[in-house]
């Protein structure tokens, strides 16, 4: 999954550094990801993990770092395994 969300980071991202320069809980925010490239990354992730983000995970925080994207996604993947 991290291998994953790297990958879509670097294509989607829009970051000025390289994606794998960036630690698991580097600030991705401050590390250059602007709102509108986050709404790409959400897209790309729905896409490559066959999920939706629900509304109350559509946050700053979700998209924090990359350890937090993959938490989230996770959190989601797991959420729909049990419904």
Do not use: C, W
């Not at 999954?1 to 991202?13: D, F, P, Q, S, V």
Request: a negative charge.
């Amino acid at each position: 999954m991290n291998e994953t969300i790297r990958t879509l980071l670097a294509k989607l991202g829009g970051l000025p550094v390289a994606v794998d320069t960036l630690a698991d809980e580097a600030d991705l925010y401050a590390a250059g990801l602007s709102s509108f490239a986050s709404v790409q990354l959400m897209l790309g992730l729905e896409e490559a993990f066959d999920m939706e983000f629900p509304d109350h995970l559509l946050n700053r925080k979700s998209f924090a770092s990359i350890a937090a994207i993959e938490a989230t996604v996770a959190t989601i993947v797991g959420d729909r395994k049990v419904a």
